[in-house]
Nanobody, 116 residues
Framework: QVQLMESGGGLVQPGGSLRLSCAAS????????MRWYRQATGKEREFIAL????????SYAGSVKGRFTISRNNAKMTVYLQMNSLKPEDTAVYFC?????????WGQGTQVTVSS
């Protein structure tokens, strides 16, 4: 079955950087568009970024464009989210997502806290 495992979250000061990873298994990774979402406490889950199966097409939410970069390593079946210039409003649980057979699949999430 589809498995997604996020890692790399933590506590960082405003202006700092983190790189999140999402290790995937149970599906054909090389044919899958991958997405990152986040959910802050008391708010709905929101789309952050996506990357096409070949890695040649990316798209970002306006709130993170220019600060976050999504990438993937198909040989390692891993997708990454490089987050720079972090702000307190980036504090959230970050989730990896893939749609297979019209079904959303999610990892357990990784907490990112931006605070001084």
């Amino acid at each position: 079955q589809v498995q997604l495992m996020e890692s790399g979250g933590g506590l960082v000061q405003p202006g700092g950087s983190l790189r999140l990873s999402c290790a995937a298994s149970g599906f054909t990774f090389t044919s899958a568009t991958m997405r990152w979402y986040r959910q802050a406490t008391g708010k709905e889950r929101e789309f952050i970024a996506l990357i096409s199966s070949a890695g040649d097409i990316t798209s970002y939410a306006g709130s993170v464009k220019g600060r976050f970069t999504i990438s993937r390593n198909n040989a390692k079946m891993t997708v990454y989210l490089q987050m720079n210039s972090l702000k307190p409003e980036d504090t959230a649980v970050y989730f990896c997502n893939v749609i297979r057979a019209s079904r959303n699949n999610w990892g357990q999430g990784t907490q990112v806290t931006v605070s001084s």
